[in-house]
T-cell receptor, first 115, second 114 residues
Framework: DAGVIQSPRHEVTEMGQEVTLRCKPI?????LFWYRQTMMRGLELLIY????????DSGMPEDRFSAKMPNASFSTLKIQPSEPRDSAVYFC?????????????FGPGTRLTVL | QQQVKQSPQSLIVQKGGIPIINCAYE??????FPWYQQFPGKGPALLIA?????SEKKEGRFTISFNKSAKQFSLHIMDSQPGDSATYFC?????????????FGTGTRLTIIP
């Protein structure tokens, strides 16, 4: 398996523009997580899905952020409009629910820079 | 009550030394405590994990020590090598079969000097 795939790997955009980050989880995994990583705040969970249904979006910073998972093999995180403070590395992770095991597999991340 | 506090923020150790990273949690419902390792430009990856029914777990040069009464756990790296230089995150979750979300610590940037 290729692991979790994220695109793009790098995104540079101007303030006010819409940004869409994409994620393909590991085939067969039933959980998908979106994280944001910054030096100041570390690794923050934004939202997670179980079987394509959003379970907890309490980490989404504000209404400018939205996430969807239309099917088991694809998810998007959208920021509209983007702001410089959204600059961070965004990770997608997936996992498979199994008894006594809770391992999340992370993608390589998307480095977002908002000018 | 969901926090996991991690220290130190950064750590520099000479090759062969034993870096120790500490974490403390508040939520007594947590029963799964993994450590993730992250190299520059990569996503975090699971390194080792422990459950509170044991006080220690070893995998190769990596050891987790767990103190349930103090609600603390730590990562020890024996015979550390320059290749161990990375950022380490502790985490905690409830592991009931529903795969609860992980609550991560703030990370420790470890540098092993040759």
């Amino acid at each position: 398996d290729a692991g979790v795939i994220q695109s793009p790997r790098h995104e540079v955009t101007e303030m006010g523009q819409e940004v869409t980050l994409r994620c393909k989880p590991i085939s067969g995994h039933d959980y998908l997580f979106w994280y944001r990583q910054t030096m100041m705040r570390g690794l923050e969970l934004l939202i997670y899905f179980n079987n394509n249904v959003p379970i907890d979006d309490s980490g989404m910073p504000e209404d400018r952020f939205s996430a969807k998972m239309p099917n088991a093999s694809f998810s998007t995180l959208k920021i509209q409009p983007s702001e410089p403070r959204d600059s961070a590395v965004y990770f997608c992770a997936s996992s498979l629910a199994r008894p006594l095991l809770n391992e999340q597999f992370f993608g390589p991340g998307t480095r977002l820079t908002v000018l | 009550q969901q926090q996991v506090k991690q220290s130190p923020q950064s750590l520099i150790v000479q090759k062969g030394g034993i870096p120790i990273i500490n974490c403390a949690y508040e939520n007594t419902a947590f029963d799964y405590f993994p450590w993730y390792q992250q190299f520059p430009g990569k996503g975090p990856a699971l390194l080792i994990a422990i459950r509170p029914d044991v006080s220690e777990k070893k995998e190769g040069r990596f050891t987790i020590s767990f103190n349930k009464s103090a609600k603390q756990f730590s990562l020890h790296i024996m015979d550390s090598q320059p290749g161990d230089s990375a950022t380490y995150f502790c985490a905690a979750s409830r592991s009931n079969f529903g795969n609860e979300k992980l609550t991560f610590g703030t990370g420790t940037r470890l540098t092993i000097i040759p």
